[in-house]
């Protein structure tokens, strides 16, 4: 069974910067293909960004130069790297793994404010 568990988000000023982690309980993170989602109240969830199991990477349209999506395949851990934050990347930040079947973190709050 597959466990993810998010970390990283808070607080931070506009222009400022984050650093989401995601840590994968259970087996084979290598060959999942794995993504950052994104959702606030009353909207449906957002993709932002996915790497796939051989390391290639895609972003949404909102996070395109500006966040950066890495893994660590010897650690079980996926990232987001955020700069530039905005207002609006403020929103719950989710991890999602895929391969013969999907699973969700629980999230974690983003909120970019002065």
């Known amino acids: 069974q597959v466990q993810l568990v998010e970390s990283g988000g808070g607080l931070v000023q506009p222009g400022g910067s984050l650093r989401l982690s995601c840590a994968f309980s259970g087996s084979f993170f290598s060959l999942y293909d794995m993504a950052w989602y994104r959702q606030t109240p009353g909207n449906q969830r957002e993709w932002v960004a996915r790497?796939?199991?051989?390391?290639?990477?895609v972003y949404g349209d909102s996070a395109k130069g500006r966040f950066t999506i890495a893994r660590d395949n010897t650690k079980n851990m996926l990232y987001l790297q955020m700069n530039a934050l905005k207002s609006e990347d403020t929103a719950v930040y989710y991890c999602?793994?895929?391969?013969?079947?999907?699973?969700w973190g629980q999230g974690t709050q983003v909120i970019v404010s002065s």
């Open positions: 999602h793994a895929i391969r013969d079947r999907e699973y």
């Open positions: 790497i796939t199991s051989s390391d290639g990477t």
